[in-house]
């Protein structure tokens, strides 16, 4: 399988308009050639701003969203409706203004949910929703993962040097001690992550030209998690000028 693309856009705004494009257009094919569409959200500034664009998209009800099955790569763990929490910024950017079938959306848990805020349990529960192939190989578990990509090479939340960052058995884990704020987080690991179709990684402005540069060096992934953020079938980095600043 050939390496990662790179596509780079002139600033943010259009990053997020074209990133929101290029979704519709892989949910409608993915449709058309399954019968359903699996995407996976991310949190993070540009990865709500893609969401928030394919809100406006003109295209955006060509998508079957009944037939969309949602999940979250990270969360932060934190009361349910908390302004902070990916679901809540998702919903407000895009969920509620689109027909999806609530049965086929699948936040990940929050601090005031049945698990008696603990992450660790929460995290084991919201391994029973994943699809049967999440972080396994054969078949594509989903069609699209969307990564936000922090200025420590963090993709969702596992973070360089981090144990969740290199767990390889389990699906989903608790972190608690995440450099960014806030510091409890539930998250997809790596596995499944990659066991998309398609990994989309995010980024945008001259912070990330640092990270994005390491990503894509082949870097060892315990120190570089978003080098081991890899699509089954293909792998794309979308990025403005500023975050591609430092490639070649
Ligand atoms: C989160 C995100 C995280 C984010 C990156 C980039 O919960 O914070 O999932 O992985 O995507 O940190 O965030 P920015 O785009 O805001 O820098």
Redesign the pocket.
Known sequence: MSGPAVLVHPHADLLAEAAAARLVTSLIDAQAKRGSAALVL??????IAVLAALAACPARDAVDWRRVDLWW????FLPEGDADR?ETQARRALLDRIALDPERVHPMPASDGGDGSDPERAARRYTATLPSAAGRGGEAAFDVCL????PDT????LFPGHPAAEERERTAVAVRDSP?PPPI?ISLTLPVLCSAREVWLLASGEGKAEAVRLALSGSAPDRVPAASARGRSRTLFLLDRDAAGRLE
Do not use: F, Q
């Open positions: 991310t949190g993070g500034t540009i990865g790569g990270d969360e932060r990916n990564l936000g990509l922090g963090h993709v969702a939340s960014k987080r």
